[in-house]
């Protein structure tokens, strides 16, 4: 089981050591996997470097429910959104639920900090990935860097 320090946080874990970032199309091959049981909560604080002018990045949170990866079955399950259908008196109603990616454009040539999250997961993940592509210039990828930040909500009575 992890500490706890200061009651409501974990230490911080580098979910993605600074590199260039793979080619547009390709995720990171292998993203570090971060042990997050009994957390609730999650936020990356991400640092881009562009590679050329329009150089964009995509990322992924995955999480998973299980403490080690299980033979037969999916252990990586992507965020997702959810829009709820249209609602009307007698009819049934349609929702939409997709996998998310999220992409991050970059302003300008020098390094941009960006914080994603809190990101819910109320002690329901076991682990959690933050996988990453460039996104932008195919021929001139950028670098990422990015922090993890695992936390509890406060007991109350």
Not at 76 to 83: E, H, M, V
Not at 109 to 137: D, F, H, Q, W
Request: net charge negative; glycine share 10%.
């Amino acid at each position: 089981m992890p500490v706890v320090f200061g009651g409501s946080f974990l230490p911080e874990q580098v979910a993605r050591a600074s590199a260039v970032l793979p080619a547009v199309g390709a995720f990171d091959a292998t993203p570090t996997e971060m042990p997050c049981p009994y957390t609730d909560w999650v936020t990356f604080y991400i640092s881009y470097t562009r590679g050329a002018a329009g150089g964009d990045m995509a990322f992924r949170v995955e999480l998973s429910p299980y403490s080690v990866d299980r033979a037969g079955v999916e252990d990586w399950f992507r965020a997702s959104l959810y829009a709820a259908g249209a609602v009307a008196s007698g009819a049934d109603s349609l929702s939409n639920l997709q996998r998310n990616a999220v992409e991050y454009g970059s302003t300008g040539a020098a390094i941009e900090n960006a914080v994603y999250g809190p990101i819910a997961m109320l002690k329901t993940a076991e682990r959690a990935r933050i996988v990453c592509a460039e996104s932008g210039v195919a021929g001139t990828p950028g670098t990422a860097h990015i922090v993890a930040i695992f936390g509890f909500r406060e007991a109350t009575d």
